[in-house]
T-cell receptor, first 113, second 113 residues
Framework: DADVTQTPRNRITKTGKRIMLECSQTKGHDRMYWYRQDPGLGLRLIYY???????NKGEISDGYSVSRQAQAKFSLSLESAIPNQTALYFCATSDFTVNYGYTFGSGTRLTVV | AQSVTQLDSHVSVSEGTPVLLRCNYS??????LFWYVQHPNKGLQLLLK??????LVKGINGFEAEFKKSETSFHLTKPSAHMSDAAEYFC???????????FGTGTQLKVEL
């Protein structure tokens, strides 16, 4: 099994629908992150969490919300999806310091039509 | 604020020739720097990392990078390109007091016969 698992792998949804992307990890890491990737823009941070009681906004949090249900689970929600939220979404985890880098999930490709 | 600039959005080389992917960083303190690779339709894989130890860092698959403080650079090199190196490469810097990673916009490497 993968260390960081994202579900679903692919999703097509309609404008205005609520959708949740899920992430679970077996690394035992406290820190979890959600990024989105767009062509030519690299990865941009949406939200991050350092433990179950700590949630922080990233650089592009508008239109998104998150829930840290447990140390191992971190979900990203789009309350009312819009087409410009079409992107590849990555969940990542890290140890107490990012100096060892992140462990990434395989990504969720979301299309909003 | 800490940031990275990848100087080329696309690089094309012939198989067997050297690879150079350029990255400059901006940081008010000594940063941790990383290179990640993303093969088509795949997740992100850590190639190598610099965390204030040796300035020449060796990574996987024959890649290496040199941290040059005087030039604020962290360029990625490989002596001889292989077709399997064709991918997108991201230069990444630790930010937020070392609590998260900020990605460059990526360099697409094409390897031709």
């Amino acid at each position: 099994d993968a260390d960081v698992t994202q579900t679903p792998r692919n999703r097509i949804t309609k404008t205005g629908k609520r959708i949740m992307l899920e992430c679970s990890q077996t690394k035992g890491h406290d820190r979890m992150y959600w990024y989105r990737q767009d062509p030519g823009l690299g990865l941009r941070l949406i939200y991050y969490s350092f433990d179950v009681k700590d949630i922080n906004k990233g650089e592009i949090s508008d239109g998104y919300s998150v829930s840290r249900q447990a140390q191992a689970k971190f979900s990203l929600s789009l309350e009312s999806a819009i087409p410009n939220q079409t992107a590849l979404y990555f969940c990542a985890t890290s140890d107490f310091t990012v100096n060892y880098g992140y462990t990434f999930g395989s990504g969720t490709r979301l299309t909003v039509v | 604020a800490q940031s990275v600039t990848q100087l080329d959005s696309h690089v094309s080389v012939s198989e067997g020739t050297p690879v150079l992917l350029r990255c400059n960083y901006s940081s008010s303190y000594s940063p941790s720097l990383f290179w990640y690779v993303q093969h088509p339709n795949k997740g992100l894989q850590l190639l190598l990392k610099y965390t204030s130890a040796a300035t020449l860092v060796k990574g996987i698959n024959g890649f290496e990078a040199e941290f040059k403080k005087s030039e604020t650079s962290f360029h990625l090199t490989k002596p001889s390109a292989h077709m399997s190196d064709a991918a997108e490469y991201f230069c990444v810097v630790s930010t937020g007091g070392g609590n998260k990673l900020t990605f460059g916009t990526g360099t697409q490497l094409k390897v031709e016969l």
